[in-house]
């Protein structure tokens, strides 16, 4: 008997709480719509996917759609880190298309695709009718699977694609809204549109946001006719905005290679910011984004930051002293050293605020230890981590935490309320 295909995001969806259901995603519910004949198994299906891709039993869901079911795969398309998570951060496959040797299925390299263009001309190549997109973000606008989300909407518009989100969970939670809302002139690979820092939503919900508040407005489309995607989310099941990832009951699958825990991505919201500063984010150790250091952060100078920090009784955060060797050669930044710093322990994930915790550690830094330990990527990466230059410009005027955080509410406001219209849970 063939059963009800779901009727995605404008579907209401009941929260049965934590402990009755875990979370069923978007693609477990789209699989289900497969097998009850809900899908059109002969219209050509692109994916985009990575190794978070994954079914409840943690199988590549390319594989077992492979493998149990009649639909048409055109091809794959991954974002930054490759199909199979063997790319280091901001290294490309090559932009090349490749046989994937286990499905047999042609992979594109997606992070090569940094126009709408682009992605357009995958999706004409692959003579794909319809794009899947199921990856799991992280909830911090400078992690980039949201902004490939974002071009290859673009790349649908200009191709005249159906597009589908196969929903999963915000992995900090999506309750969580805070820090700037990117200015204009600071738009970047981690940061195409103005969403704040920790935007609080889940890729559906963004992909709607993104369909009906950029699209139409984005010089790319100019001389598209239909510059709205024909879009659908399927959401999840059983799910609440104030679950954490370890809420759910999903297997973790590391999004990126520097993002090995639940604990690195709850912390990489503020954390992430440091990647705009000479000190070391914790690439290249076991614990990248949870701890950060330098190697004149040693001794008595540790000693002098780490009471400092203490006395600021930061929410639902406590730190470590400690000291490691940096023993990858995929880091920049002081690599076959030893640094010391602080470990970062986010022991009540309800309070912790990741973003002003950190803003509270480099105005401290910048207080204590100028020029010996803080400073600055001579590229100035920081403005574009940030959206602008104020963190900077605040920093050095001396300016304190709380000045600093005051500076972006007024923008953060109206984007929580543009947020607000396009909550689905």
């Given at each position: 008997?063939?059963?009800?295909?779901?009727?995605?995001?404008?579907?209401?969806?009941?929260?049965?709480?934590?402990?009755?259901?875990?979370?069923?995603?978007?693609?477990?519910?789209?699989?289900?719509?497969?097998?009850?004949?809900?899908?059109?198994?002969?219209?050509?299906?692109?994916?985009?996917?990575?190794?978070t891709?994954?079914?409840?039993?943690?199988?590549?869901?390319?594989?077992?759609?492979a493998?149990?079911?009649?639909?048409?795969?055109?091809?794959?398309?991954?974002?930054?880190?490759?199909?199979?998570?063997?790319?280091?951060?901001?290294?490309?496959?090559?932009?090349?298309?490749y046989?994937d040797?286990?499905?047999?299925?042609?992979?594109?390299?997606?992070?090569?695709?940094?126009?709408?263009?682009?992605?357009?001309?995958?999706?004409?190549?692959?003579?794909?009718?319809?794009?899947?997109?199921?990856?799991?973000?992280?909830?911090?606008?400078f992690?980039?699977?949201?902004?490939?989300?974002?071009?290859?909407?673009?790349?649908?518009?200009?191709?005249?694609?159906?597009?589908?989100?196969?929903?999963?969970?915000?992995?900090?939670?999506?309750?969580?809204?805070?820090?700037?809302?990117?200015?204009?002139?600071?738009?970047?690979?981690?940061?195409?549109?103005?969403?704040?820092?920790?935007?609080?939503?889940?890729?559906?919900?963004?992909?709607?946001?993104?369909?009906?508040?950029?699209?139409?407005?984005?010089?790319?489309?100019?001389?598209?006719?239909?510059?709205?995607?024909d879009?659908?989310?399927?959401?999840?099941?059983?799910?609440?905005?104030?679950?954490?990832?370890?809420?759910?009951?999903?297997?973790?699958?590391?999004?990126?290679?520097?993002?090995?825990?639940?604990?690195?991505?709850?912390?990489?919201?503020?954390?992430?910011?440091?990647?705009?500063?000479?000190?070391?984010?914790?690439?290249?150790?076991?614990?990248?984004?949870?701890?950060?250091?330098?190697?004149?952060?040693?001794?008595?100078?540790?000693?002098?930051?780490?009471?400092?920090?203490?006395?600021?009784?930061?929410?639902?955060?406590?730190?470590?002293?400690?000291?490691?060797?940096?023993?990858?050669?995929?880091?920049?930044?002081?690599?076959?050293?030893?640094?010391?710093?602080?470990?970062?322990?986010?022991?009540?994930?309800?309070?912790?605020?990741a973003f002003?915790?950190?803003?509270?550690?480099?105005?401290?830094?910048?207080?204590?230890?100028?020029?010996?330990?803080?400073?600055?990527?001579?590229?100035?990466?920081?403005?574009?981590?940030?959206?602008?230059?104020?963190?900077?410009?605040?920093?050095?005027?001396?300016?304190?935490?709380?000045?600093?955080?005051?500076?972006?509410?007024?923008?953060?406001?109206?984007?929580?309320?543009?947020?607000?219209?396009?909550?689905?849970?």
């Amino acid at each position: 008997m063939k059963l009800s295909c779901s009727l995605y995001f404008s579907a209401f969806t009941v929260a049965l709480g934590f402990a009755q259901a875990r979370v069923r995603t978007g693609y477990e519910v789209f699989y289900d719509d497969i097998k009850n004949d809900c899908v059109d198994l002969n219209l050509r299906h692109a994916f985009i996917l990575n190794p978070t891709s994954v079914t409840q039993e943690k199988e590549l869901l390319i594989e077992q759609l492979a493998a149990t079911t009649n639909i048409t795969i055109a091809g794959v398309a991954s974002p930054e880190h490759g199909f199979r998570g063997n790319a280091q951060d901001g290294a490309s496959n090559a932009n090349v298309v490749y046989k994937d040797v286990v499905t047999g299925i042609d992979i594109y390299d997606g992070y090569a695709f940094r126009t709408g263009a682009a992605w357009a001309k995958s999706f004409n190549d692959m003579k794909a009718d319809v794009v899947v997109f199921d990856i799991q973000d992280i909830g911090a606008r400078f992690y980039t699977y949201i902004w490939t989300m974002y071009d290859s909407m673009v790349g649908a518009a200009l191709s005249g694609k159906k597009y589908i989100v196969l929903d999963r969970p915000n992995a900090i939670g999506a309750d969580r809204v805070e820090g700037p809302v990117i200015l204009p002139g600071f738009e970047s690979f981690i940061g195409r549109k103005p969403i704040a820092n920790v935007h609080g939503m889940t890729v559906g919900e963004l992909a709607v946001l993104f369909n009906n508040e950029f699209l139409p407005k984005d010089p790319q489309l100019v001389n598209v006719t239909n510059k709205m995607i024909d879009l659908d989310v399927i959401k999840m099941e059983n799910y609440s905005r104030e679950m954490t990832f370890t809420d759910t009951g999903l297997p973790w699958v590391m999004p990126s290679p520097n993002i090995p825990t639940p604990e690195s991505a709850l912390v990489y919201a503020g954390q992430g910011m440091f990647e705009g500063t000479v000190l070391s984010e914790g690439r290249g150790t076991t614990r990248p984004f949870e701890m950060f250091g330098h190697p004149n952060l040693t001794d008595f100078n540790l000693r002098k930051f780490s009471d400092a920090v203490k006395d600021l009784n930061l929410p639902g955060v406590s730190f470590r002293e400690m000291y490691i060797t940096v023993t990858s050669a995929n880091t920049t930044k002081f690599n076959s050293k030893v640094i010391g710093g602080l470990q970062v322990y986010p022991d009540d994930k309800k309070v912790y605020n990741a973003f002003t915790a950190t803003i509270n550690l480099f105005v401290t830094l910048k207080k204590l230890l100028p020029d010996v330990v803080f400073g600055y990527r001579s590229d100035n990466y920081l403005k574009l981590l940030y959206g602008s230059n104020r963190l900077r410009d605040m920093l050095d005027a001396g300016n304190s935490a709380s000045d600093i955080i005051a500076s972006y509410q007024t923008e953060l406001a109206a984007f929580k309320a543009t947020r607000a219209k396009y909550l689905l849970y």
